[in-house]
């Protein structure tokens, strides 16, 4: 008697595709959580012409465009990648610190939000009875957020020209053969600091830690156009921008305070803007030089507050940023106007897009 296939078996793997539509062959392993979404979505055509009896067999016409969410824990390292691309733009990394008897180096990635997004992916999954296969995925955006015990979770919405378990370029030992991927390195809440000031306030300090944040949800969402098909191809065409991108933060405090409380309800309604950021720190790459996840937001302002009283519980605060373009770069963050800047620290010496 046999046994199912367990997710313990599966395997997934990615590699940057420089066609849409055609697979690349995957080279890296990544550690993924879950494939649901991926399914192919051929759609069936019925003739509704008269003289039938009864409907014949349809024919399959347009195939839908996957839509899924590309779903892990988040590392400092292995899905910085996907962080890069979901943004659009990065520079050449430059190496931070070095231990040399080791060769650790450490490795700083400024990724910051391009116009449009022109980069797409390959993803496979090893399924041990076939192959699973998104041909060619844009990333657009991207929802991180604390989960359980505190580790981070992030989901990369994907827009899919097709998906396919009868790949030619991807089969098992394809994916089975990518470089694997570490485990650990996952970024924590207990690695985080928040801080927050004015916009027009002097740079982030010591004094601007916020440090009862309970947990928050930081969303970063471009549409794309997902249903441009023309003739002579039965999956769309690649997805280009369609709309302005929304980013927002959204905090929940387990304590009412005047910053939680009245700061943020006075600033609520007189439209003032924050700068802010969230800097975790991992574990170190060399001896002197830590893993690092680090987003800024110069323009910030409340959109959203809650603080309801309930019985004899505490009352506990929810407010939503919504992450703007601000009016020039503020005090402390050099040439950021845009909604957020990604600056990631780690041992990947590769360009997160082109490498």
């Known amino acids: 008697m046999g046994f199912g296939v367990t997710g313990r078996e599966v395997k997934s793997a990615w590699a940057r595709s420089n066609t849409w539509g055609t697979p690349a062959s995957v080279t890296r392993q990544v550690l993924l959580q879950s494939t649901e979404g991926w399914e192919d979505k ?49 520079v050449a990394p ?24 022109n980069h797409f992916y390959t993803f496979a999954a090893d399924v041990t009875q076939f192959t699973h296969e998104l041909t060619t995925a844009k990333l657009r955006g991207f929802t991180l957020s604390v989960g359980e015990r505190g580790v981070l979770q992030v989901e990369f919405p994907a827009v899919v020209n097709r ?37 027009t306030a002097g740079a982030l300090g010591a004094s601007d830690v916020i440090g009862n944040l309970k947990d928050f949800t930081f969303t970063y969402a471009r549409p794309l156009a997902q249903d441009d098909h023309v003739v002579g191809l039965d999956y769309i065409i690649e997805p280009d921008d369609d709309g302005m991108l929304e980013a927002t933060l959204q905090l929940n405090y387990p304590r009412m305070n005047t910053v939680t409380a009245n700061s943020l309800i006075t600033a609520f309604r007189e439209g003032q803007s924050f700068k802010g950021d969230l800097k975790f720190l991992g574990p170190y790459v060399n001896s002197t030089t830590q893993r690092t996840f680090w987003v800024e ?37 050099s040439g950021l106007t845009s909604p957020f800047r990604l600056t990631l620290i780690n041992s990947n010496s590769a360009n997160l897009i082109t490498g």
Not at 183 to 197: A, D, E, V
């Open 42 to 90: 051929p759609q069936y055509v019925e003739d509704p012409a008269f003289n039938q009896d009864f409907i014949a067999e349809a024919e399959v016409g347009d195939l839908e465009p996957p839509t899924p969410g590309i779903r892990a824990q988040a590392r400092y390292e292995q899905i910085d990648f996907a962080f890069a691309g979901s943004c659009g733009s990065v």
């Open 94 to 117: 430059a190496s931070t610190s070095g231990q040399a008897a080791n060769s650790l180096v450490a490795y700083t990635h400024a990724i910051t939000l391009a116009a449009e997004l």
């Open 163 to 199: 998906s396919t378990i009868i790949s030619s370029v991807n089969i098992n030992s394809t994916v089975g053969g990518a470089a694997v991927a570490a485990i650990g390195n996952r970024i924590m809440r207990k690695h985080g600091t928040w801080r927050l000031n004015l916009t």
């Open 297 to 333: 937001f110069p323009a910030a302002q409340v959109d959203q507050i809650t603080h309801p009283v309930v019985g004899h519980n505490q009352v506990r605060p929810s407010v939503t940023l919504k992450l703007r373009r601000a009016a020039s770069a503020p005090t402390g963050m």
